[in-house]
């Protein structure tokens, strides 16, 4: 039961009852009314930020997410080991495949170039993950035109080689020592410390440290110029002209296999590692020339050898090391 309240009136000397206006008892209970729907309003937004009170739909979408960003990562680790892969062939394709048939090289900034339409990507912003998205999907854009360009590259390259069929056999592109009897690729073309003085100096070409006796392949179709031990420091050695400006030489030898004059294909057996002349250890010292100039075999090696193997021997020929000759 409700409580009544009462007032003094002086001039009659009387208690009243106090009455209510009706208006005033609905502004009460509208004021009531829009308090509880505030209060019930701020109450369901704290609970649903809240992550104790996660619901399952919001647990799975969570796990979604996570999964969703491991494979992201996945595939960002796979694209580097692609990314590796493609700038080998790129560089094979413009050291390599294009200088030989006199052709420029396709500079970077064509090669690796994006897309220029802004709004390509513009359905992958907004979103809380959008930067990874996005990232990932450019790479995969960039890699595939790599791989378009690439494809045109070689396209050209394989009309001009079914009229160059000559010269890609007279070009030195395999290891002469090969990957099965190699007990290390010793030192690589450029500056190494010299075994004798420890002087710092230029090695012309690499060492493929190897047991005396084994064999020693031709790199390219040619006639051997010499097989002798008439030139300083090199021992036995031989040097096979393959025309079209290029010579190759191989150093140390322990016994010939050819003589002067005689005519070699790519892959016949020519000498066996030796360590003769001015050597510190059984090895092949081999060498490339080109119109007179000395330039890097690792640069040739594309006959006999997959791209993830060319990566491997190009980081241990380019470490500065000490040479064996």
């Known amino acids: 039961m409700a409580k009544v309240k009462y007032y003094y009136d002086s001039e009659n000397l009387a208690y009243k009852k106090i009455k209510t206006k009706k208006r005033t008892k609905l502004g009460f209970a509208i004021l009531f009314l829009v308090a509880s729907a505030l209060f019930g309003f701020l109450v369901f937004v704290v609970l649903i930020n809240t992550p104790y009170f996660e619901t399952p739909k919001d647990r799975f979408q969570a796990r979604e997410i996570e999964n969703l960003k491991l494979q992201y990562s996945i595939l960002n680790k796979k694209m580097d080991e692609i990314d590796d892969v493609t700038q080998a062939l790129e560089n094979r394709d413009n050291n390599i495949y294009r200088v030989y048939f006199n052709r420029s090289e396709i500079p970077d900034s064509i090669r690796k170039a994006g897309f220029k339409d802004l709004k390509r990507y ?54 002469p020592v090969s990957n099965e009897n190699l007990k290390q690729m010793a030192s690589g073309f450029g ?19 190897a047991n005396t006796g084994t064999p020693i392949y031709a790199t390219g179709d040619g006639i051997v110029a010499r097989a002798d031990n008439s030139a300083s420091g090199y021992g036995n050695h031989i040097v096979i002209r393959h025309g079209f400006g290029y010579e190759s030489l191989y150093a140390h030898l322990s016994k010939y296999n050819c003589r002067a004059g005689q005519h070699v294909r790519r892959g016949d057996i020519i000498a066996y590692v030796g360590s003769t002349g001015r050597s510190e250890g059984p090895h092949c010292h081999y ?29 241990l020929a380019n470490q500065e090391n000490q040479s064996l000759d």
């Open 122 to 175: 513009k359905d992958l912003e907004g979103f809380n993950n959008s930067k990874l998205v996005l990232n990932t999907t450019k790479r995969i854009d960039r890699l595939s035109k790599q791989l378009a360009i690439q494809s045109q590259s070689l396209d050209e390259i394989l009309k001009l080689a079914g009229a160059k069929k000559n010269l890609l056999l007279a070009i030195p592109a395999i290891q």
């Open 287 to 315: 060498e490339v020339h080109k119109d007179g100039k000395v330039v890097n075999p690792l640069n040739f090696y594309y006959g006999n050898m997959s791209a993830e193997e060319y990566i491997a021997i190009s980081k």
């Open 191 to 209: 500056y190494r410390t010299d075994p004798f003085t420890k002087v710092r100096k230029m090695h012309n070409g690499m060492d493929f440290a």
